[in-house]
């Protein structure tokens, strides 16, 4: 076994047998016993008040092990073992010992401890006191892939409350936790308690209720560990130590690169590097190299650079190297151009390329890689990766030549790279999961994983994140219930229900993993089912979709401004994929819901154009929303650079050639989203307020336009996705949404059509008493008996009738769905999108698998 950290118990410590020095005379003393192979620690208190929280390390001769501990917990690391009561023998009375419960163990081998302290004190009393412990400390113990981390609070008050962050080595994952949560994102982890050892006693500790996992690696230890934001062994912040190793291995007329070693770490890891030129900060890197520019010709510079930590902490200073710029008057002749430009590799995100060394009179300083006319990156070899591009994406690259004098070859011949699709070698299948199905549609997170759905969709969308009014950010710990005006223009102003989302326990029926949440973790309710069931399907990606039809009405503001840009994404980031959810009921807090979503997918319902009664609208809206998703995409991607892991960033958006020409700038807007979800259905419909078109029917979600409709404009899947396919978007880009819902309108006339395109008496009942006009899929077939189900095979649309001036709905079914499918496979589109996923017994989910595989 092994420690992080040994961090002693409170109080002072005292230990002995022998008479101590006036200054140990409040400390602990421990007398050893040996009778055959069990060793036995007597834990006694000379002094005159009672000393609570202790604990013994002693070191064993080489090839002794411990175990099998009685009346305490064991830690063997190598031959030091560390020895912790049970919490009814913590506190030692004064002139009192732990007979008869002292702790004892058995040894492999008769043997007599080589030395021994108790909380960090000589056990026999001699020598100086310790210095005293932290105030709070946690101790970690590994063995194997089992590790513990022991909590203990030295001081006199009682600690309410406490989280650790750890950072484990790349590529280790803690999973597995009892008596506590975990939370994981790249290399950090965040580990909450659970509501029985969230509060630790003065002097006491976790024990016997520590939080444990397991890690992925045997034997794998925190790089860092912080407690409550202080060191987990109590030590006090260490900034970085400073980088070495300063020098400058190229130079031009106006660039300097610089090199130097990597900087040792303090108490944090390791983040990046400021360079500086003299004292002004000159740039700010990740790696251990920099190419300093917009300097002038034939002068001298002096740099220096410091290592910068999580929290910011600098370090002192490297060495100085003074430098001085290259003469261009000393050569005037450029390169020769690269040749052999090609393509080695590509991800969603990179491409990587080669080419064929250039030539120079002097010598080549490096290579200025293009994204067409961009400066992508600079290079000194002859490879390069370009990273930050946006998936099913065609690039056009070229390379140039610089010299020492910055002298520019020609560019080389230029290579068209097209990134990979977000789906590799097979098609999305995006399901919207309702945070509100939990409630009338009993439809929950463990319904994904037992219709069989789970298995066969790639991403899940979670609907919906709601908007701050006051603060113009991402909302959450909040449950304040809309009216049921669906007209109401306030019908959304602060409204959330953290409730469903982290709040609520589920049952065992309920889980994904059939163990119930006992209603005192820090996450429960969909999120905490969202984390089960990514564990039991890794391959699914969960995005927080923000927005909605109720929920977008304060997104022209949240867009308006690049300072109310940079403010809502970096709070939605924080919330959701950092997973710092506020406090709700006990629930949340710092790094509860990290590692849950993969991704974020905008609902702006709608940019420019009108949505929900009272949405904010500015003709301004569709440049602002162009802005806002380069602002998420590009703060998703500096996220990357620090864990590791690419973020996904799609969005919703219409089938109404007028709404996207009102807020889409559609080619712009494909450089940074990975999936457009089109909405392929609310083509028409009466609306649960009669507010919509009542008074006459019409398919809310077919493929091809129909000669026969009698609206005009009309709306089809077909014609929507023409629109963004005309606009460049690859169609990789693009899939079409699919209805588990039907739309329906009562006294219907038949009009020899069976009550296609017919008059109607407003919308029909509907699944539930505020939701006219809507039933999800499988309702609508229970419900609404005589509906004969029938195909409009020009439209590709489904409908059923019950006939004699009855109930008509339009929904999809396995025959349009297969149909369906079979054209975006047609189209070489990227899948479908499915709204929402309770309407599904796990019938139309299948359909779409067996239409896409």
Not at 82 to 91: G, H, S
Not at 601 to 625: F, M, Q, S
Not at 660 to 684: R, S, T
């Amino acid at each position: 076994m092994r420690r992080y950290a040994l961090i002693l118990l409170p109080i002072a410590l005292m230990m002995a047998l022998a008479a101590a020095p006036a200054s140990a005379a409040a400390r602990l003393v421990a007398t050893f016993g040996l009778s055959g192979t069990t060793g036995t620690f007597v834990v006694s208190n000379p002094g005159t008040t009672a000393v609570s929280g202790w604990s013994i390390t002693f070191e064993l001769p080489s090839g002794v092990t411990a175990s099998n501990p009685q009346h305490a917990t064991l830690a063997q690391n190598g031959t030091k073992v560390t020895l912790t009561p049970a919490f009814y023998i913590n506190t030692v009375a004064a002139g009192d010992d732990t007979e008869p419960y002292s702790p004892a163990f058995t040894l492999s081998a008769a043997a007599q401890p080589v030395t021994c302290t108790i909380n960090r004190a000589n056990c026999d009393g001699s020598g100086d006191d310790p210095p005293p412990p932290p105030p709070v400390a946690a101790e970690y113990v590994i063995s194997g892939t089992s590790a513990t981390f022991v909590v203990r609070n030295n001081s006199t008050t009682v600690l309410d409350g406490w989280s650790i962050v750890f950072d484990l080595p790349q590529g280790v994952t803690a999973s597995n936790a009892e008596h506590g949560s975990l939370s994981q994102s790249g290399r950090t982890v965040t580990l909450t308690p659970a509501h029985y050892n969230d509060t630790v006693a003065a002097g006491g500790s976790t024990e016997p209720y520590s939080p444990s996992f397991t890690v992925s690696t045997a034997g794998a230890e925190p790089t860092a560990c912080r407690i409550n934001d202080v060191n987990c062994d109590g030590s006090p912040d260490q900034p970085p130590g400073a980088p070495s190793g300063l020098r400058s291995p190229v130079k031009t007329t106006r660039t300097i690169s610089l090199a130097w070693d990597a900087a040792t770490p303090g108490s944090l890891p390791i983040t990046g590097y400021e360079v500086y030129n003299g004292a002004s900060a000159a740039a700010s890197v990740t790696g251990t190299s920099a190419t300093v520019t917009g300097l002038s010709p034939d002068t001298s510079y002096t740099f220096t650079v410091k290592a910068r930590d999580r929290k910011g902490t600098l370090s002192a200073a490297s060495n100085a190297v003074t430098v001085r710029t290259n003469d261009p008057a000393d050569d005037t002749e450029p390169p020769s151009t690269p040749g052999g430009l090609r393509s080695t590799g590509t991800s969603a995100s990179t491409v990587t390329l080669a080419w064929n060394a250039s030539t120079d009179n002097t010598s080549v300083a490096g290579y200025d890689v293009y994204a067409g006319s961009t400066r992508a990156t600079t290079v000194t070899g002859t490879t390069a990766t370009v990273s930050g591009l946006s998936p099913s994406t065609t690039y056009s690259f070229t390379v140039r030549a610089r010299d020492a004098y910055d002298n520019l070859s020609p560019h080389s011949s230029a290579v068209e790279v097209t990134t990979s699709d977000v789906v590799e070698n097979g098609y999305a299948r995006v399901g919207y999961f309702v945070q509100w199905g939990i409630y009338g549609r009993q439809y929950f997170v463990k319904n994904l994983d037992t219709t069989g759905a789970a298995a066969k969709l790639t991403h899940i969308n979670y609907a919906f994140g709601n908007i701050d009014p006051v603060n113009l950010t991402c909302l959450q710990g909040v449950t304040k219930g809309t009216t049921q005006n669906p007209q109401d223009p306030s019908q959304g102003d602060g409204a959330g229900d953290a409730e469903a989302d982290y709040g609520r326990p589920f049952s065992a029926a309920q889980s994904v993993d059939g163990v119930a949440d006992t209603g005192w973790e820090k996450l429960r309710g969909n999120f905490n089912q969202l984390k089960k069931l990514k564990a039991k399907h890794p391959h699914l990606k969960v995005l927080i979709s923000l927005g909605g039809w109720t929920y977008s009405k304060y997104f022209s503001d949240v867009a308006l401004t690049d300072a109310s840009r940079k403010k809502f994404v970096s709070s939605c980031i924080d919330t959701y994929i950092k997973g710092n959810l506020p406090d709700y009921n006990g629930a949340g807090g710092p790094g509860t819901a990290a590692g849950i979503f993969d991704g974020i997918d905008l609902d702006w319902e709608w940019p420019g154009a009108e949505g929900h009664p009272g949405n904010h609208v500015r003709p301004e809206d569709k440049a602002n929303n162009t802005l806002l998703i380069a602002e998420f995409r590009r703060q998703l991607d500096a996220l990357t650079a620090e864990t590791g892991e690419r973020y996904l960033l799609t969005a919703f958006t219409p089938a109404d050639p007028a709404k996207i020409d009102a807020g889409w700038d559609l080619p712009e807007v494909a450089k940074h989203l990975d999936i457009f979800n089109i909405q392929g259905y609310d083509f028409h419909g009466a609306g649960s307020d009669n507010s919509w078109e009542p008074n006459r029917t019409g398919h809310q979600g077919n493929l091809h336009l129909d000669t026969d409709s009698p609206y005009d404009p009309d709306f089809s899947v077909e014609k929507a996705v023409d629109v963004y396919l005309r606009a460049g978007v690859n169609p990789r880009k693009l899939t079409i949404g699919l209805a588990y819902y039907g739309r329906g309108w009562q006294n219907v006339a038949d009009g020899g059509a069976y009550g296609e395109w017919q008059s109607a008496g407003g919308a029909a009942p509907g699944q539930f008493q505020e939701e006219a006009g809507t039933r999800g899929y499988s309702n609508l077939l229970a419900m609404v008996p005589g509906c004969t189900i029938r195909h409009d095979e020009q439209a590709v649309a489904t409908y059923c009738y019950t006939g004699g001036n009855g109930q008509w709905w339009t929904i999809d079914d396995a025959w349009s769905i297969g149909k369906k499918t079979a054209w975006l496979k047609s189209k070489n589109l990227l899948g479908a999108m499915i709204w929402e996923m309770s309407g599904d017994p796990g019938v139309l989910t299948s359909a779409l698998d067996a239409g896409l595989s």
